[in-house]
């Protein structure tokens, strides 16, 4: 099993930024990809970012480009949102998600950190 952690969540004003951090622990050496997912009240859980443990690839939602970074230390078996020139379309419960290698399934989820921002 994998166990995430998210932190960093909070309130902040249009424009501004957060950062959110997740913190693997356990059978990390069994996911591929860790990630970030997002839902909206009354909305699907939706993509973010992600990025591949091994190569570092990423891959960003185009509502984020631009604006949203991921970064990782595989020491630590931490994987971080940087989220700038935030919008009020941001508001959510980000979770922080681990991809089992072979499958494609998401199947490691984090207990979901609240992002507000007002406008």
């Known amino acids: 099993q994998v166990q995430l952690v998210e932190s960093g969540g909070g309130l902040v004003q249009a424009g501004g930024s957060l950062r959110l951090s997740c913190a693997a622990s356990g059978r990390t050496d069994s996911i591929d990809h860790l990630g970030w997912f997002r839902q909206a009240p009354g909305k699907e859980r939706e993509f973010v970012s992600s990025?591949?443990?091994?190569?570092?690839?990423?891959n960003y939602a185009d509502s984020v480009k631009g604006r949203f970074t991921i970064s990782r230390d595989n020491a630590k078996n931490t994987v971080d949102l940087q989220m700038n020139s935030l919008k009020p379309e941001d508001t959510a419960v980000y979770y922080c998600?681990?991809?089992?290698?072979?499958?494609?399934?998401?199947?490691?989820w984090g207990q979901g950190t609240q992002v507000t921002v007002s406008s």
């Open positions: 998600a681990g991809r089992r290698s072979g499958t494609g399934d998401w199947d490691y």
């Open positions: 990025m591949r443990r091994n190569s570092g690839i990423k």
